[in-house]
Structures are given as C-alpha cells and as structure tokens.
C-alpha cells in the first residue's frame, strides 16, 4: 500500500501548507503555532492513519472564544456586547465557537500572561487622550478587558483545510493510488497483466 501511503503524505503536506498560509494571512503567523502544525502518516491493523498535530492553543485561534458580555464604555468597540463568536467548520458551515471566556476552565491567568506577553513582543507604548503613556499593566488590562466581553472569532485555519484534506481523499486520485496497490500487489503475487 506504498502509493496509498504516498498519497496520504502528500494530502498531509498540503494540509499543514494550507494551515500555515490561512494564519499568516490572518496575521498570525512566525510563531509556535505555525511551527507546531504538522501531520503524520501512521500504518494502523485496519490501513492507515493521517494524524494532525498542532499546540493545544490553536484550537482557540481556530474555533474562536465567546466572550462573556458586557459593556464597554468608550472607544473603537464601544457599546453593549453579547459575546457570540463562530468559525467556519470543515463542512463549509458556520458555528459557535465551544468555547468560552468566564467558564474557569482554562489555565489561571492565561489570558492576562498571553496579553502581556503579545504587548511585550509588540513593543506598544500606548498613549491616553491627554498624550501621557499608559502603564503597560493599564494596557494589558484594557486588552484584556476588551476580548474578555467581545470574545474572539475563529480563523478556521485548521478547519478549512482539514475539510479540503477530506475530499482529497475522497477523490478520485486515492482511488487511483489503491488501484496501483491492488495491481503491484497482484504482480508481485504472480499475476501477469494480459
């Protein structure tokens, strides 16, 4: 099942391609998330396995976080929010986002240490209206604050392209792949192609 397997990694590699394309697009690539997206192609009793791998996070950046509502009282996004956030599933087909801000199912202050962590790395020196820099812990909180009741709407890197893998498998050039298989299995056997 050597072109089988071959077929299988090249679906792989295009997937993990893809999925570093939609994040660097939506501006979130050249981090650990994009380094960590691989797949791998495992001989298993029943055929083969095509496993995707990528850092725990991602499914967050993925499938986006409903925030917890509220208000927010000046500023680009001010006025009252419900929170709803969706992505796009590998189906093609819009959905709300699992998970959400406020459940306490997620590590403690991870939201506050990846806020301070992004402003650091992006060197912000925010100002207020009056021209006098804001602390960083003031500009963490405001973030913070901010994507706490607006939520976070998914980017569908990894469903978009895990939808495409699975009709790539579906086509007809797996079908193609197994038919050589079957063949070179049965020339190998002692079979002679008339």
């Not at 299988?8 to 650990?32: D, E, M, P, T």
């Not at 996070?57 to 409903?66: L, M, N, W």
């Not at 500023?75 to 959400?100: A, C, L, M, V």
């Not at 209206?129 to 980017?155: A, D, F, T, V």
């Amino acid at each position: 099942m050597k072109n089988v397997e071959n077929y299988l990694n090249s679906v792989g590699k295009q997937f993990v391609k893809r999925s570093r394309a939609i994040l660097k697009n939506k501006g979130k690539g050249g981090g650990r998330l994009e380094k960590s997206i691989r797949a791998n192609v495992k001989e298993t009793a029943d055929g083969y396995s095509l496993q995707f791998f990528m850092e725990d996070y991602g499914t967050f950046v993925d499938k986006g976080v409903k925030g917890a509502g509220g208000k927010i009282p000046n500023g680009k996004y001010k006025g009252t929010w419900g929170g709803r956030r969706w992505f796009i599933n590998y189906k093609g087909k819009r959905q709300d986002s699992p998970y959400k801000f406020g459940t306490g199912t997620g590590k403690k202050d991870g939201l506050t240490k990846g806020i301070a962590s992004w402003t650091r790395k992006k060197g912000l020196q925010p100002r207020s209206e009056g021209g006098q820099y804001m602390s960083p812990k003031g500009l963490n909180y405001l973030i913070r604050r901010n994507i706490w009741i607006r939520g976070i709407h998914g980017i569908s890197f990894f469903q978009k392209p895990l939808g495409e893998a699975i009709n790539s498998v579906l086509d007809s050039n797996m079908l193609d792949a197994i038919k050589k298989d079957v063949l070179d299995g049965l020339i190998k056997a002692g079979w002679k192609k008339e």
